[in-house]
């Protein structure tokens, strides 16, 4: 089989693969877009539908300093509240506000499994690729935060892993930035992972670096610079120093309530530890963006994983922020992971409130929280072990370097006589 054929035949097989991803993602989204129809789902539901009502009442802008005693901290940043004043308009053209609220996320999934397919088919094994680009798909996890629960997160993640594959893979960096900055417009959580896409972008090259802070900043400064110039003090208080709810349901704070800690102990938890994770997250991807800068997905998503890992925070939805990542790290981390948290998650929303967990939830958590610690150590060393990949900007050579060394000989080739 010559050059030509065997070309030929891998791009056939990656075009099959790629349909097949892009299919099953199809059926989990139209899965998930009726489950989201069908299902009255959370609290959270009403409450963005409220937020929404306000924020057309009040602006985007001034929803921050608007009083809304019998709701929740409106913890949610500035683009977050442009797409809550579009689902309140198209609410009032009949359009169902919980499926609204609910369609991004499960459009970011569908988009998030497509990227998990890109990143790896480069990397790793074709039939490894789409492997992890349904378990991506598939997760239970994410129908159940997605399709149900109603929330940002995974549209968050979704922009930051399209951020990593914009810089590295398609050598646009420029775009990269815009999508980091809109991750962060929508949730704050991928601001862990914005050191890794810079030390990668630093790394590419000068041209890459300027290139890709050039669209964060101007983004951030068109999304945020608004909200800053007016009411800078509410947006501190409630979007940047916003620290989470306090149950101890989850991680860190489960282990140490296991353990007989005091409430000053956890408590201190919630309050002094939160900087000290954020950091630790941000400097544990920039450190694998800086060994591996051809690997920013992996990067990104050491960054996130490790942020629920550490996190003192509790809440049902937060334990969508690894899924994604896992799956890049390899298919059993995230077939792991989705399996035993979608259990929890099942069980949770199944109970009478998503902030009360039952001893079954309680435990299973307590299983998904160990299996990601597990998912992260065999990530990494994956990431570390692989071949590396060409780091951006740099070329891979279409044909063999010459040597001193003299080629071998053709063999003879009979021709036929004339």
């Known amino acids: 089989m010559d050059l030509r054929t065997r070309t030929a035949t891998a ?69 977050a509240s442009w797409m809550l004043a579009g689902f309140h308009e198209l609410e009032n053209l009949g359009i169902p506000f919980g499926s609204l609220i609910r369609a991004p996320a499960c459009i970011a999934d569908f988009v998030s499994a497509l990227l998990v397919f890109e990143i790896l088919r480069r990397r790793r094994t074709l039939t490894t690729a789409t492997a992890c680009a349904l378990g991506c798909a598939l997760s239970p996890v994410l129908f159940a935060t997605s399709g149900y629960h109603g929330n940002t997160d995974s549209v968050a993640i979704m922009f930051m892993l399209l951020a990593a594959f914009l810089l590295v893979d398609r050598r646009a960096p420029l775009a990269a930035g815009v999508a980091a900055a809109l991750a962060v417009s929508v949730k704050l959580i991928p601001v862990v992972a914005i050191p890794a896409l810079i030390v990668a972008a630093v790394r590419a090259g000068r041209p890459a670096a300027v290139r890709f802070c050039a669209g964060l900043a101007a983004v951030m400064l068109l999304l945020w610079g608004p ?69 920013a997905a992996y990067a990104v998503s050491l960054s996130l994983t490790l942020l629920l890992l550490l996190s003192t925070g509790s809440a049902v939805q937060y334990l969508a922020w690894p899924v994604v990542g896992l799956c890049l790290f390899g298919l059993w981390e995230g077939l792991g992971y ?17 902030v009360r967990w039952n001893d079954w939830a309680l435990h299973l958590a307590e299983a998904g929280w160990l299996l990601l610690a597990a998912g992260i150590v065999s990530g990494v060393r994956r990431a570390l072990t692989e071949p590396p990949a060409p780091a951006p900007g740099e070329h891979v050579p279409l044909v063999a370097q010459r040597t001193d060394r003299p080629a071998a000989p053709a063999p003879p080739v009979d021709r036929p006589h004339r």
Request: charged letters at 15%.
């Open 227 to 295: 909200v800053l110039a007016a009411v800078p003090v509410p947006l501190r208080e409630k979007v940047l120093e916003y620290e989470g709810g306090r149950a101890r349901l989850w991680g860190v704070v489960r282990f140490a309530d296991l353990a007989g800690a005091s409430d000053s102990f956890v408590e201190a938890l919630h309050s002094d530890f939160d900087l000290l994770v954020v950091l630790a997250c941000m400097a544990a991807g920039a450190w694998l963006a800086w060994v591996r800068p051809a690997g």
């Open 338 to 354: 989705g399996l035993v948290v979608g259990a929890t998650t099942v069980v949770v929303y199944a109970g009478v409130s998503a």
């Open 11 to 79: 791009t056939l097989d990656v075009r099959g693969a790629r349909i097949l991803v892009i299919g099953v993602s199809v059926l989990a989204l139209v899965a998930k877009m009726i489950l989201a129809a069908l299902q009255r789902g959370p609290a959270d539901v009403r409450i963005f539908d409220a937020f929404a009502t306000a924020i057309a009442q009040v602006g985007p802008v001034r929803i921050y300093e608007h009083p809304m005693p019998r709701l929740p901290v409106y913890n949610h940043p500035p683009l």
